[in-house]
């Protein structure tokens, strides 16, 4: 990755950088007691749920993995409400550094969205990808965001070296416009639908060793995905990301991260139910279009999925 530290400071540079590489990479750009303090408090939160033992846990201030299982999907969740609701975490999402970039970048005052995810990855030895979501953009409507345009900024808590696996990106990605990625489900847990995401092995990915601090700024159709744990420690991080001030986006983008989370997974849920084939003979392409609509809609119930499924069923047959 290049390092844009240089072009602070030099609004034009950011932004021609930008729209030729779509993404922006710095390697101390956010304040690093902020850094830390996050970091602090987030593993504080993984001992008090008994995700990391209480004793001998860390090392330089990073969690370690004691293998066993992995947190269910409801420790998880604890864990993610108490992350979200933290005032470091949220005041990181409006690190003053990163702003100025992306409003050097826009040209004008942004806004935080509410949703603010942090990345939580477990070392898995064997792993060939990173847990949860495979490579995807942002952008993709599918993710139900319905924005002209915005950024995501990603922030590393720790040390993530090439052990760790952090984030890669695709230079000039963002000019292939939306991408074909397989799979139905996105921001949820990802059962069923097939593992969403693009196929990694078409592209030309590029990373680098991210210390604390440091930051990569991506357009939302810049392919980017994490990369596997084979560490000792969990991957700490967090994504935030910002649109101009005056431009909108669905719900999704004013809502806390773990309750779209929660909604996403029960519009995968009712999207999946044998009644909704059974009712309207949904094919799986008509379901993922329904699942975008109720994500965009924020409908969670099988009287609207199936309505939305003979919709949209219907116009499939009118357009051949
Ligand atoms: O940190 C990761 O594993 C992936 C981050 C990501 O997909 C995002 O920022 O949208």
Redesign the pocket.
């Known amino acids: 990755m290049t390092d844009s530290g240089g072009a602070i400071g030099d609004p034009q540079c950011l932004r021609e950088r930008m729209e030729e590489e779509g993404y922006l990479y710095f390697e101390g750009l956010v304040d690093l007691d902020q850094v830390r303090a996050t970091k602090g408090d987030i593993v504080r939160i993984l001992r008090e749920h008994h995700i990391v033992e209480a004793d001998g846990a860390e090392a330089d201030g990073d969690a370690l993995w004691s293998g066993g299982p992995q947190p269910t999907e409801a420790e998880y969740m604890e864990v993610y409400d108490r992350i979200v609701r933290l005032e470091s975490f949220q005041a990181l999402a409006r690190s003053p550094e990163l702003v100025a970039v992306i409003e050097a970048i826009c040209q004008e005052q942004i806004q935080v969205w509410e949703q603010q995810?942090v990345?939580l990855?477990y070392p898995e030895p064997e792993a060939v990808a990173?847990?949860?979501?495979g490579a995807?953009q942002?952008g993709d409507p599918k993710l139900g965001y319905r924005a002209k345009s915005f950024y995501?900024g990603?922030i590393p808590l720790m040390r993530i070296d090439e052990s760790v696996?952090?984030?890669a990106v695709v230079p000039g990605s963002h000019r292939m416009g939306v991408l074909q990625s397989a799979g139905t489900v996105a921001s949820s847990s990802g059962r069923r639908g097939g593992v969403y995401g693009l196929d990694a092995a078409a592209l030309d990915w590029v990373t680098v060793d991210y210390e604390p601090g440091s930051a990569v700024i991506?357009a939302c159709l810049t392919a980017?995905?994490?990369?596997p744990n084979r560490s000792d420690r969990i991957?700490l991080?967090?994504?935030f990301r910002y649109q101009p001030a005056g431009e909108t986006a669905s719900w999704l983008a004013h809502t806390l991260g773990p309750d779209v989370r929660r909604t996403a997974q029960q519009i995968d849920e009712m999207v999946s139910r044998r009644a909704l084939y059974v009712t309207t003979g949904a094919t799986p392409e008509v379901v993922a279009q329904v699942r975008q609509r109720m994500l965009e809609e924020r409908s969670t119930t099988l009287a609207r999925a199936q309505e939305l499924a003979r919709e949209i069923g219907a116009g499939m047959v009118e357009g051949g």
């Open positions: 995810l990345r990855i990173a847990q949860g979501v995807h942002d995501t990603w696996g952090g984030l991506f980017h995905r994490g990369l991957r991080s967090c994504d």
